[in-house]
């Protein structure tokens, strides 16, 4: 900007008016001043622009840290979009938001979705191979209730971080969450199973009752034809699973009949409904080491078969038995001296050309090791397997062991086989047919009683019963006529006795001590009689002796009491001092001219 410059005051002063000069041949006008160029001083600025500075630098920053800390975007695909929300749906890792659902669309095959997920920086490391994720919701199951919390908060999803080193971007979702996550304390073993029962994903795992771990998987071996059952304990009771642990099947109610009768067990109201697996350690088992995780055992149907003595290998056998065969079954147990030793593989007929009969065909499963430390035999079992086990039975058969049906249970009529030693049976040997032994056998101790009884049956059949009643009525036909003559005659002289020893009595009744003991004796006399008269009228019959004979010895005895009575009646009339001095003494007897 060009301002002219102040004229100073002198000039001022002695500036006289006058016309103005006329301007030069340039165009300026030479009255004037020259101009002088003056920098102006650059403009402040205003504080009206110090908000939108302020919203640039805020906005900057805001920027940076969305950056800082935003970690990587993964995809995850699900089979259904239930309880996913774009914006809303957060992604927890021990129950700590990591991340949120951008969003959620289909695939390309309209089969799956694919969940795009914004994980936060801080959780990076969660996106790597073995990660595993899940939509949590509210779930009951076998194992129980869980995802209650999402009916307020909504789903959400679920991770299980990995342990691997390596990246990804994309996962497969589960349908549901595993039953052990990484981290958890705890160990998981294998159960070899023939069957599964109602045992399931969850299913609780006992010992003494109480719960100490769960089933978390189970797989099918077509190779071996068994079932792979996955169990996971928990850390406190890890030291309970040792080598010698025995696991069974403890699903629903065990109702078992059978040849040892009716037996009922069952666990808690979880296991009932469930299923559920107990194991617990035999009585003899030694203290050792807890068990390895992953450790194989075996999973058997019921307690007394899981703690029953180590079986070790099977040695198939045959028996053959005369008779019926009903009430014995498939599994039922072959007994030996009251240890079970095996068990009854199949039941089935077999024709003897020879006999032209259907004997019944037994085939058993043996396990020797049952039969305890036999001297010699471990070592030979060890070197030459089943041979030492064959060689052991022929000696035993040798010394009379046999094999005999016997009944388990009179109420179910259940039959089981017997192994016992028969000194005196016939001579038999342990024979091979087709690879299979077959040991020698005797009639079952019912089939014998069935012998004896009709044995019993066929004599009495040949007993004359009809002549023994005819005979049996005439004789009592005497008996009575004879009882009807004699009786009149025996009341008749017991009624004399009795007025005899009313008479003696009188008398003694003004005598000593002496004579009350003489009447005593009397009166036992007079019950006797009449005790013996009692007998005749009932018609009590003496096996010992015929009819006849007995009455007449009745008899005899009441009149010798009656006349005892009458000499002792007799004797006290005529010598009453007789009770105080004695018997007087008889009067000898006149010389006939015998020998003396």
Known sequence: MVEPAPASAAEAANATPGPAPAPDSAGADPALPEPRIVRSRRARLSLVWLVPLLAVLIGAGLVVRHFLQTGPRIEIEFSTAEGLEPGKTEVRYKEVVIGRVRTVTLRDDLQHVIAEVQLDRSAARVAVQDTTFWVVRPRIGI???????????????????????????????????????????GATFILRAADLGSLDVGSPVYYRRTRVGRVVGYTLDAAADELSVSLFIEAPYLRLVTPQTR????????????????????????????????????????????????????????????????????????????????????????????????????????????????????????????????????????????GADQALL???????????????????????????????????????????????????????????????????????????????ADTLRQTDATLKALTPDAKKTLVEAQHTLAAAQQMLQQLGPEAQQSMVELRRAVASAQAALERLDRNVLDDAAPLPRRVDQALSEVQRAAQSLRLLAETLQRNPESLLRGKPADPALPDRGGSP
């Open 143 to 185: 194992g129980g209730v869980s995802g209650l919390a999402t009916l307020l908060s909504g789903a959400y999803i679920g991770v299980d971080a990995g342990a691997s080193e390596d990246s990804r971007t994309t996962f497969v979702g589960l349908d549901a969450a595993p039953h052990v996550l990484r981290g958890e304390p």
């Open 247 to 386: 696991f069974w099947n403890a699903s629903g109610v065990d109702l078992t009949l059978d040849a040892n009768g009716l037996s009922v067990n069952t666990q808690s109201v979880a296991a009932v409904l469930a299923g559920g697996v107990t194991f617990e350690q035999p009585a003899d088992a030694p203290h050792t080491a807890p068990a390895a995780a992953g450790s194989q055992f075996r999973l058997f149907s019921d307690r007394q078969s899981a703690l029953a003595p180590p079986r070790g290998p099977a040695l198939p056998v045959r028996m053959v038995f005369d008779g019926s065969s009903r009430g014995l079954s498939v599994g039922a147990p072959i007994d030996f001296l009251g240890v079970q030793i095996g068990k009854v593989r199949g039941v089935s007929l077999q024709y003897d050309a020879r006999r032209q009969r259907f004997p019944v065909q037994v085939l058993a499963d043996l396990y020797p090791l049952r039969l305890g430390a036999v001297p010699g035999a471990p070592a030979k079992r060890a070197a030459d397997g089943a």
């Open 394 to 472: 022929r000696r035993l058969v040798a010394s009379g062991l046999r094999a005999q049906l016997r009944s388990g249970n009179l109420l179910t009529g259940q039959l089981y086989v017997a192994m016992d030693f028969y000194p005196k049976a016939a001579p038999a040997q342990l024979e091979v047919r087709d690879g299979v032994l077959t040991l020698p056998s005797v009639p079952g101790a019912l089939s014998e009683l069935q012998s004896q009884v009709a044995q019993i049956v066929e004599k009495l059949s040949k007993m004359p019963f009809d002549e023994i009643g005819r005979n049996l």
